[in-house]
């Protein structure tokens, strides 16, 4: 059974960077594909970026240049860097994993849910001007 755990959310003012970490259990990282989600009230879950076994990294448009995703499987964790943290960023964030795709190509987001298998419970973070 996969299990993930988040956390490395916060309070930050506009411009600033949080690092969000999601230490997995169970997950085979030379296989699967994980994501991270934002869900801000109201509104519906989305995802943020994606990682796959092979490396390759893709973003929502509105994370370009400013998140960064990574995984280190000797960790057994997965990170999203983010910097220049704007309010609208502001969202419960969750950590997402699959092994059905094979690694090699995974959903692009900002994807559905039903993109993915397993969640974690999810780390707020708060944006303030």
């Known amino acids: 059974q996969v299990q993930l755990v988040e956390s490395g959310g916060g309070a930050v003012q506009t411009g600033g960077s949080l690092r969000l970490s999601c230490v997995t259990s169970?997950?085979?990282?030379?296989?699967?594909?994980m994501a991270w989600f934002r869900q801000a009230p109201g509104r519906e879950r989305e995802g943020v970026a994606s990682?796959?076994?092979?490396?390759?990294?893709t973003y929502v448009d509105s994370a370009k240049g400013r998140f960064t995703i990574a995984q280190i499987p000797e960790e057994k964790t997965m990170y999203l860097q983010m910097s220049a943290l704007r309010p609208e960023d502001s969202a419960m964030y969750y950590c997402?994993?699959?092994?059905?795709?094979?690694?090699?190509?995974?959903?692009?987001?900002?994807?559905?849910?039903?993109?993915?298998?397993?969640w974690g419970q999810g780390t707020q973070v708060t944006v303030s001007s």
């Open positions: 990682i796959g076994s092979g490396g390759v990294r």
């Open positions: 997402a994993a699959d092994l059905r795709y094979g690694g090699a190509w995974c959903p692009t987001p900002p994807g559905d849910v039903s993109d993915y298998q397993y």
């Open positions: 169970g997950y085979t990282y030379r296989s699967g594909c």
